[in-house]
């Protein structure tokens, strides 16, 4: 809370100091002032994704060589260095690719100068930002659904058309698939390995929207081609202690050898050979050159890491049913699924209607940053009735996710919808890490002498939505700053030194932070932006009960626009209704994660403790590959079951036994936080952000619902597998 000392003035201080202060921040953010804001470490996947693409284009620096790709693309268009605006043919940072394509797409290249003293709050809902004033983070025109036939990059779509074809199984499919499908399968990853990679053509590169669909294909294409294999690790660790199960599959996949399915001995011998390696997890974790050289590219292009994202699979995503009628929720539709059931559809669209519906939150927070930075007592009435609408907006935004019941089936959900979304930091038994040859010279050599990388699959965590909300009214995952009853986590020493060791971040500051990774550049670069609006605060920063002011936080604890006005007002007056109005829509806030806490609680938490449907249930190595008589499938799946029933039990216990010694020891997260409690986390530092005295009452609830969930957890928890990265 605004400590009373400090808050009566600052309002009138501001407004006075306001016409000597210099714009908060350039139109153009900085790239040393990102760069400082995102200090990548050198083992990062984005300094790895650089790396990987250095390889690849010796030329290049941190982003493409697009000299060296016209070069080597015989039919090229008109190229890049005649078109580009400055005439240089030096590679374009690749952030600024977007940029300069609405620039030459005749959008205004420059905004009218920003008076003296104010925020350049039109930014908000600016496209440097990629950020459209009627469709927020989504792109106003409905995105490309399909890369035409004459480019090269025809054949990825034609892949994705075959893939569901041959109808690709999560884990090669439960015990109900039959070996030609099996088989089947194993042609499309074996076509995906023997197809040459094509480098994005120019048109890729300079069209964002082909290169977003590029995107899109390409990461439905690695997510395909890694989860369809069947899991081979039952097998290879039965086989590592010397079970009979091993030599069984090898009788098992020489038997099914025998079976012509119209294939001459070459073929043959191929495919067997394949149905081994598979089981043996050779190219379990490894994409082949085909996906992973053009994906590093357009990765690096759209600032995106290479791995499926919340961008490929919902702000990109969609189309119109009917072209005529716009951008309206009734008329939109999702196009790439993996498991193609309305279930996967609708759990994208319940997103995509999110992101619609808080187009209009954007242009409240907008019009708000605009009033606080006046801070005069009009400002603060208009700012406490917008809040009023954004307290709507916000429950609108908790219906739609309400929603997400009414055509989502839990049990699709978790058994055969989420496991397509795993990245290479989660699987479960298998080496972490996928593979990226980054060249067809990369692609040759053995998975041993190459280093696997880390990525989260798509969360709707990385909505950058979300995390503007956050931002707007100061929510604090990091804990740097001072709360009512809470002193900063990262505490600051006698000597006033912070201590920035980033071990000391709680897990759900470091997992949201990295989420904002997992965005599109544009948008990452706006929540920077919206994060370095600070209220210009002259005086000393609140001080917790139990904190003396040698303890206060620095740098990082300003607070932002709103919050600073809200806390202020509260100061000089109590009664006034600006603060309580801020309280509510953090309210709002907070009972939008308590819906998405009992979703998650649902969808996640139920699941994981209940049985698989029959389609779903897990498949034992020993079928893959395998033909047997009725009788043998019968029993070999009765031991499958039992076998999972065992592991379920002895996992069960082990995590008992865990969180009771977590208990004992009262430590936080020694294995890393589970997902109830990283939910409960985030929804506790919104409830900490209150300004008023509702705070005691609203944790107290926050209690409650987390009772609901807080003994079912999720014995594979996303969260705590990403602790790992
Ligand atoms: C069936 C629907 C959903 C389920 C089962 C679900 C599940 C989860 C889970 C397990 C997490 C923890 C982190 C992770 O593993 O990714 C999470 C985080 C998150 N999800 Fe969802 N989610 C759902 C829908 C949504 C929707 C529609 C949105 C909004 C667009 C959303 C926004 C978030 C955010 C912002 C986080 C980060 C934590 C927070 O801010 O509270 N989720 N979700």
Request: hydrophobic share 35%.
């Amino acid at each position: 809370m605004a400590s009373p000392s400090s808050s009566p003035s600052s309002a009138g201080k501001q407004k006075a100091a306001s016409p000597a202060r210099q714009p908060i921040f350039p139109r153009w953010p900085e790239s040393n002032e990102e760069s400082e804001y995102w200090e990548v470490p050198p083992d990062h996947f984005l300094a790895q994704q650089d790396k990987a693409t250095s390889r690849l284009y010796p030329a290049s620096s941190s982003f493409l060589d697009y000299a060296y790709l016209d070069e080597q693309e015989a039919q090229a268009g008109p190229s890049r260095q005649a078109s580009a605006s400055d005439g240089s043919a030096s590679p374009l940072p690749l952030a600024e690719l977007a940029r300069f394509m609405e620039a030459s797409a005749g959008a205004p290249t420059a905004a009218p100068p920003i008076p003296v003293g104010m925020p350049d709050t039109t930014t908000l809902a600016g496209a440097d930002f990629d950020i459209d004033v009627r469709s927020g983070f989504l792109p106003p025109e409905a995105p490309l659904d399909r890369l035409p036939a004459e480019l090269p990059e025809a054949q990825w779509e034609h892949m994705l058309q075959q893939a569901r074809i041959v109808g690709l199984k999560i884990n090669g499919g439960g015990v109900a698939v039959d070996d030609a499908e099996r088989a089947r399968c194993r042609r499309w990853r074996r076509a995906m390995r023997e197809l040459s990679p094509v480098t994005p053509s120019h048109k890729l590169r300079t069209d964002i929207r082909y290169a977003r669909r590029g995107h899109v294909v390409l990461t439905f294409l690695a997510h395909f081609y890694i989860h369809s294999q069947p899991q081979a690790t039952l097998l290879a660790e039965k086989g590592a202690h010397g079970s009979k199960t091993s030599s069984t599959n090898r009788w098992l996949t020489s038997l099914w050898a025998g079976k012509r399915n119209g294939m001459s001995n070459e073929q043959m011998a191929q495919d067997a050979q394949d149905a081994r390696d598979e089981l043996e997890g050779k190219y379990a974790a490894r994409l082949p050159a085909s996906i992973s050289v053009p994906l590093l590219l357009l990765s690096s292009q759209l600032d995106l890491p290479p791995v499926l994202t919340y961008a490929d699979t919902v702000l990109w995503n969609w189309r119109f049913k009917d072209a005529s009628k716009g951008l309206v929720a009734s008329n939109l539709e999702i196009v790439e699924t993996f498991s193609g059931a309305p279930s996967e559809d609708h759990f994208f669209l319940t997103s995509l209607l999110i992101e619609l519906r808080g187009v209009s939150a954007l242009d409240i927070m907008r019009v708000c940053l605009d009033e606080c930075f006046l801070g005069d007592s009009v400002a603060k009435r208009r700012v406490a009735n917008y809040l009023d609408i954004l307290v709507e907006v916000i429950g609108d935004l908790e219906q739609i996710l309400r929603d997400v019941r009414t055509d989502c089936e839990p049990p699709t959900f978790y058994w055969a919808i989420r496991p397509w979304f795993r990245g290479g930091d989660s699987s479960p038994h298998r080496v972490k890490g996928w593979i990226y040859p980054a060249n067809e010279w990369e692609d040759s050599l053995p998975s041993e002498s190459l280093t696997p990388r880390l990525f989260t699959g798509p969360s709707a965590g990385q909505s950058s939505l979300i995390h503007a909300l956050d931002v707007f009214f100061d929510v604090d995952h990091a804990g740097t700053k001072a709360r009512v009853n809470r002193p900063p986590r990262r505490a600051v020493n006698r000597d006033g030194q912070v201590n920035a060791d980033a071990t000391d971040l709680p897990e759900d500051a470091t997992f949201m932070q990295r989420m904002q990774l997992y965005m599109p550049g544009q948008h990452r670069r706006f929540l920077t932006h919206l994060q370095s609006l600070r209220a210009d605060v002259a005086t000393a920063p609140p001080v917790p009960v139990e904190l003396s002011e040698g303890d206060i936080p620095t740098g990082p604890a300003e607070e932002t626009p709103l919050r600073h006005l809200a806390a202020t007002t509260l100061a000089s007056s109590p009664t006034h209704a600006l603060p309580k109005k801020y309280d509510a829509a953090l309210g709002a806030l907070r009972s939008l994660r308590d819906e998405h806490m009992r979703i998650a609680t649902l969808y996640i938490v139920s699941q994981a403790r209940s049985k698989p449907p029959p389609e779903y249930a897990a498949l034992n190595a020993e079928f893959v590959g395998g033909t047997l008589e009725p009788k043998q499938q019968q029993q070999l799946k009765r031991r499958a079951e039992d076998e999972a029933e065992e592991e379920q039990a002895k996992a069960k216990a082990k995590k008992e036994a865990e969180a009771m010694e977590v208990e004992e020891k009262g430590a936080k997260g020694t294995g890393g936080t589970n997902l109830v409690q990283f939910l409960k986390a985030c929804r506790i530092n919104t409830v900490e952000t209150l300004l008023g005295q509702v705070q005691a009452q609203a944790a107290a609830l926050d209690e409650k619902v987390g009772e609901e969930a807080a003994d079912a957890d999720s014995p594979g928890s996303p969260h705590k597998r990403r602790r790992s990265q």
